[in-house]
T-cell receptor, first 115, second 108 residues
Framework: DAGVTQSPTHLIKTRGQQVTLRCSPK?????VSWYQQALGQGPQFIFQ???????QRGNFPDRFSGHQFPNYSSELNVNALLLGDSALYLC??????????????FGPGTRLTVL | QKEVEQNSGPLSVPEGAIASLNCTYSDRGSQSFFWYRQYSGKSPELIMS????GDKEDGRFTAQLNKASQYVSLLIRDSQPSDSATYLC????????FGAGTTVTVRA
């Protein structure tokens, strides 16, 4: 049973560039959430996708956008990269959106460095 | 006020001792509570979930929830060097909110 997968593992970009990160959820899961984790901090919620729509969004600017495909996989896009966007980007998948007992499982993450 | 606050640590305990981790949260409507373990350079790994007041035990781990006090804790009994990691408390009402984590070091 494949867990949550993410690609790429590492990425180096320069300020102003755009980046796309990818995530495939755990088998049987239909919701995907994205988090940003800066060094020494806990993960911060970016947004969640369910049924190909953004359902919830954290306190992130519009430079952060996403997409969910019919096979439940998801992309995170970040435009106009800033130095402060350097972080570990985590994808988490879960079961039925809104269930109290829904548990999110994290992928290995993508380490983004902006120079 | 931060949504989720954890004791700042780092916490150093001898092998075989009990490690006690604490977490408070601000949203009284929170319904789901989780503890994740994160090794350096790795992603968070779920170790416990708790939804009702009281204690929940799983092996050497015990989670405690007190919704009236808006307090969640994690006890690690018989601590092992492999338990050395950062422990993240996460709370959810509509979205999952994390604390900054407490780093635990188990010394042999």
């Amino acid at each position: 049973d494949a867990g949550v997968t993410q690609s790429p593992t590492h990425l180096i970009k320069t300020r102003g560039q755009q980046v796309t990160l990818r995530c495939s959820p755990k088998s049987g899961h239909d919701t995907v959430s994205w988090y940003q984790q800066a060094l020494g901090q806990g993960p911060q919620f970016i947004f969640q996708y369910y049924e190909e729509e953004e359902r919830q969004r954290g306190n992130f600017p519009d430079r952060f956008s996403g997409h969910q495909f019919p096979n439940y996989s998801s992309e995170l896009n970040v435009n106009a990269l800033l130095l402060g966007d350097s972080a570990l980007y985590l994808c988490a998948s879960g079961g039925t959106s809104g269930s109290r007992t829904d548990t999110q499982y994290f992928g290995p993450g993508t380490r983004l460095t902006v120079l | 006020q931060k949504e989720v606050e954890q004791n700042s640590g780092p916490l150093s305990v001898p092998e075989g001792a009990i490690a006690s981790l604490n977490c408070t949260y601000s949203d009284r409507g929170s319904q789901s509570f989780f503890w994740y373990r994160q090794y350096s350079g790795k992603s968070p790994e779920l170790i416990m979930s708790i939804y009702s007041n009281g204690d929940k035990e799983d092996g050497r781990f015990t989670a405690q929830l007190n919704k009236a006090s808006q307090y969640v804790s994690l006890l690690i009994r018989d601590s092992q060097p492999s338990d050395s990691a950062t422990y993240l408390c996460a709370v959810r009402r509509y979205k999952l909110s994390f604390g900054a984590g407490t780093t635990v070091t188990v010394r042999a």
